[in-house]
């Protein structure tokens, strides 16, 4: 059987000022995966995040993504790697003195610079009607909500067309209804482009509609892993702490 993982990580760790902040992280990531990781605050997502773009090294341990060790690639590779793998922040993280349109733009112009007018202003077309925000090319960050900014960020990353999406607390300050949009879209991509995802979350709502699986992070230390189901019914205290 041919694999099928787009991320294998093994015995990954993570120090800071001698605090283990990941220790000894084993996971693998299969094409069009949804993998949850949830855990409390400071329980080493943000950093397994950043050791998984190359924006931090680990102490041990490797990351190999698409088949390639991350630690043998040089920078120009890493680069052209990063464009393989979109990342949606806590905020939204767009230009406040660019429009919608020209936030979408940005990234195409930057990486695809070969590409046509005509063709860009297709793609910006096709990640806004991907979000449900059609009409929205014309306004400025400030003029959007809290959940049509996370959605135009969700846009801009998906421009690109990445085979891998890192989401970090997708739904963090976001109303309920609104955090259940955010988490259907994720969805949607993923069934639409076969995207394989991790998503950083404490949103237990989220994580029971987007995960294909779900990696319970203590300390650092994964403790559980399996699908929503059987994380809900597991019998340990600190995970039941989530679900209840």
């Not at 694999?3 to 800071?16: M, P, T």
């Not at 605090?19 to 605050?41: D, F, T, W, Y």
């Not at 993504?65 to 990063?82: M, P, Q, S, V």
Request: glycine share 8%.
């Amino acid at each position: 059987m041919e694999n099928d993982n787009v991320v294998s990580i093994k015995g990954l760790s993570k120090s800071f000022r001698g605090i283990q902040v990941l220790k000894n992280i084993n996971l693998e990531i299969h094409k069009a995966e949804n993998v949850v990781v949830l855990g409390k605050s400071g329980s080493g997502k943000s950093t397994l995040i950043k050791c998984m773009i190359g924006l931090m090294e680990p102490d041990e341990g490797e990351i190999c993504i698409f088949e390639k060790n991350l630690a043998d690639i040089d920078y120009d590779e890493l680069n052209r790697f990063r464009i393989r793998i979109g990342f949606l922040f806590q905020t939204g993280a767009l230009y406040d003195s660019m429009t919608v349109y020209e936030n979408l733009a940005f990234p195409l112009r930057h990486h695809k610079k070969e590409m046509g007018s005509e063709k860009l202003n297709e793609l910006i077309h096709e990640v806004l009607e991907n979000v449900g925000l059609p009409e929205a090319g014309n306004l400025m960050p400030a003029e959007l909500s809290g959940g049509m900014n996370k959605r135009i960020g969700l846009a801009r990353t998906l421009i690109l067309k990445p085979e891998i999406m890192l989401y970090d607390e997708p739904t963090t300050g976001l109303d309920t209804i609104t955090a259940k949009e955010i988490s259907q879209l994720i969805l949607d991509m993923q069934r639409k482009y076969k995207i394989s995802s991790l998503i950083i979350t404490h949103d237990i709502a989220c994580a029971k509609m987007v995960a294909d699986r779900i990696v319970m992070l203590k300390e650092g230390i994964i403790v559980a892993e399996g699908t929503y189901d059987e994380m809900e019914k597991n019998n340990d205290e600190w995970i039941q702490s989530f679900f209840s």
